[in-house]
């Protein structure tokens, strides 16, 4: 990803997998790996849906009961 203003990076990016044992899988070799003298920082990225339920991979779903 790369600020729109001054053109340089902005230090995050995103990959997207064909299923989730390939993402867990690079997630669980990359995630505290350094490069460059930098530790990488890997995470899900979670998807906003507006008035949706945020749907967390690699968690059970769980059912909401409202009152």
Do not use: H, W
Not at 30 to 49: E, H, N, W
Not at 53 to 58: E, K
């Amino acid at each position: 990803m790369y600020d729109k203003n001054s053109g340089r990076s902005r230090g995050f990016g995103f990959v997207q997998f064909s299923n989730d044992y390939e993402a867990k899988c690079a997630k669980d070799a990359m995630d505290g790996k350094v490069i460059l003298g930098r530790p990488l920082r890997i995470s899900f990225a979670l998807g906003k849906v507006r008035g949706g339920p945020v749907i967390v991979p690699g968690l059970p779903t769980v059912s909401l009961k409202y009152i």
